[in-house]
């Protein structure tokens, strides 16, 4: 079973009238792999990927490669109801010279049935290249929509050179257990601080956002599998407010550059008061670099 390794879920830069920052993007993907990620996740749950459409989508993307970021170290989140909207996104994408996506199920659709969600995820697959591979996106708390050990299961036996990874973003170890129970599953993890854990029992990695901030502090974890205490801590605190909001503001904390700071619609920030107590927490652990 190979290793991922640490992939950034690439928080996204907006400028001043609200456009995708394709420079500002593409300089922070070179920059988090000179800093020692293995990869980066463009349009994840943390770059706001729902919101970023077909144009920027496009946009940002060529923006990376052309900044020399290898395109086999890139994952593109994929997010659509109808499997053709999907399809078209990761085709989108292959057409670039990505072969790594990110796709959480059908997320209008809650209390669908295993059968259901075995029959939209063959569809996306069939439809699409053979060497495209497929990281199955579990984050029920956004979606309402789980992906079961079982599902996940079948969708590897029938597609077992599609299926690269289940990304398990629950925060919920027996959920990661049950996952890492499956013969033959990649498991990456979407909680930081569940991943010492899980390199220890054989995980591959984790796509995550507080990689942004501390990445060389991240690889370190997937390297030894030793715990990080003092982050956990700033990741609670980051994870009791709203945490695209709470990323954001440390980001712009950290660099001084308010386009990291902005959020896009229906998100808002933080309030004064939140900003505060989360900037007060991390005050003691400055970001990487």
Known sequence: ????????????????????????????????????????????????????????????????????VPANVVTLGIYANSVADAVAQIKQGYSAGIRSFLVPPPFYF??????????????????????????????????????????????????????????????????????MGVEGLPVLVGDERLLHRAVALGGVGSICGCSNLYPERLVKIFETAEEDVELNRIITAIVSLPVMPALKALMEQATGDAAWGRLRAPLEPLTAEQAEGLLKTVAAEPVDG
């Open 1 to 68: 079973m190979s290793k991922i390794g640490i992939s950034v879920a690439m928080l996204s830069p907006f400028d001043d009238a609200g456009a995708l920052d394709t420079g500002r993007l593409a300089a922070h993907a070179v920059n988090l792999l000179k800093a020692g990620v293995h990869g980066v996740t463009l349009y994840g749950t943390t770059g706001e990927g729902p919101s970023i459409n077909a144009q920027e989508r496009a946009q940002g993307l060529s923006a990376v490669l052309d900044a020399g």
């Open 110 to 179: 809650p209390q669908t049935s295993d059968d259901g969600l075995f029959a939209w995820f063959s569809e996306l697959i069939e439809a699409t290249d053979a060497d495209a591979d497929i990281i199955l996106y579990h984050i029920p708390q956004v979606t309402n929509v789980p992906l079961s050990a079982n599902l996940v299961g079948r969708l590897l036996k029938a597609y077992p050179d599609r299926i690269r990874a289940v990304k398990d973003s629950s925060a919920n170890w027996p959920t990661t257990e049950a996952f």
